[in-house]
């Protein structure tokens, strides 16, 4: 059994059968019809960059040389995060796939933050352009949480964080540790089935 990604086309497979997938199943928590389209795509487009920068680094294969000047105050920012927190990587950018509920997703670090008080053993981070989404990004959190703690094979995580490097070069670390996010996660799943199931749209 695996799980595939098809990377133009953002889907996750099992097996071959697409699956649902984190972003998806919180897409209705958030409204960005306000913002022009021009803006949304080059905030995308910016938040892929940044996200494979914090990839590479990890890996020991940036080369900071190349990095347009825009990426110039997140790479500060995130060096800066990486010192103060004394940052040591597990995992990034881990595709993983939740046998008992049948979602997919890709998380961002799972990490050891030993610098930091009050985030002592195993932390799970999701890197930020902004904090747009508000406390949705505790759901997203947690069910990428759930993910790794139903792999037997991975370290379980005690805190839950979004890592915003903002645009002055700095870093912004903000905690999620809502008890409800993981049941409010499978309610937006469970309804999103109930809508296929019966091709609802209203």
Same mark, same amino acid.
């Given at each position: 059994? +695996?799980?595939?990604?098809?990377? +133009?086309?953002?889907?996750?497979?099992?097996?071959?059968?697409?699956?649902?997938?984190?972003?998806?199943?919180?897409?209705?928590?958030?409204?960005? +019809?306000?913002? #022009?389209?021009?803006?949304?795509?080059?905030?995308?487009?910016?938040?892929?960059?940044? @996200?494979?920068?914090?990839? &590479?680094? !990890?890996?020991?294969?940036?080369?900071?040389?190349?990095?347009? *000047?825009?990426m110039v105050p997140a790479y500060k920012g995130w060096r800066e995060f990486r010192e103060h927190s004394g940052f040591? #990587?597990? &995992?990034?950018?881990?595709?993983?796939? @939740?046998?008992?509920?049948?979602?997919?997703?890709?998380?961002?670090?799972? !990490?050891?933050?030993?610098?930091?008080?009050?985030?002592?053993?195993?932390?799970?981070?999701?890197?930020?352009? +902004?904090?747009?989404?508000?406390?949705?990004?505790?759901?997203?959190?947690? *069910?990428?949480?759930?993910i790794v703690t139903s792999d037997k094979g991975l370290p379980k995580p005690a805190r839950r964080g979004a890592l915003?490097?903002?645009?002055?070069?700095?870093?912004?670390?903000?905690?999620?540790?809502?008890?409800?996010?993981?049941?409010?996660?499978? *309610?937006?799943?469970?309804?999103?089935?109930?809508?296929?199931?019966?091709?609802?749209? #209203?």
């Amino acid at each position: 059994m +695996s799980l595939t990604f098809d990377e +133009s086309a953002h889907r996750y497979y099992w097996n071959g059968k697409p699956v649902p997938n984190v972003t998806g199943i919180l897409a209705p928590l958030t409204d960005y +019809s306000k913002i #022009p389209a021009e803006t949304l795509e080059r905030a995308r487009q910016e938040g892929t960059a940044i @996200h494979k920068m914090v990839e &590479l680094d !990890c890996n020991g294969d940036l080369d900071v040389a190349a990095l347009p *000047a825009w990426m110039v105050p997140a790479y500060k920012g995130w060096r800066e995060f990486r010192e103060h927190s004394g940052f040591e #990587p597990i &995992l990034n950018e881990y595709r993983g796939y @939740h046998k008992a509920f049948g979602y997919a997703g890709t998380l961002d670090l799972l !990490c050891a933050l030993p610098k930091l008080k009050g985030w002592k053993g195993v932390a799970l981070l999701d890197v930020k352009r +902004s904090l747009y989404a508000g406390p949705v990004i505790g759901l997203q959190l947690s *069910a990428y949480e759930a993910i790794v703690t139903s792999d037997k094979g991975l370290p379980k995580p005690a805190r839950r964080g979004a890592l915003r490097l903002t645009p002055d070069g700095k870093f912004r670390l903000e905690a999620y540790n809502d008890a409800g996010d993981f049941s409010a996660f499978l *309610a937006l799943l469970t309804l999103k089935r109930w809508k296929e199931k019966h091709a609802w749209t #209203p």
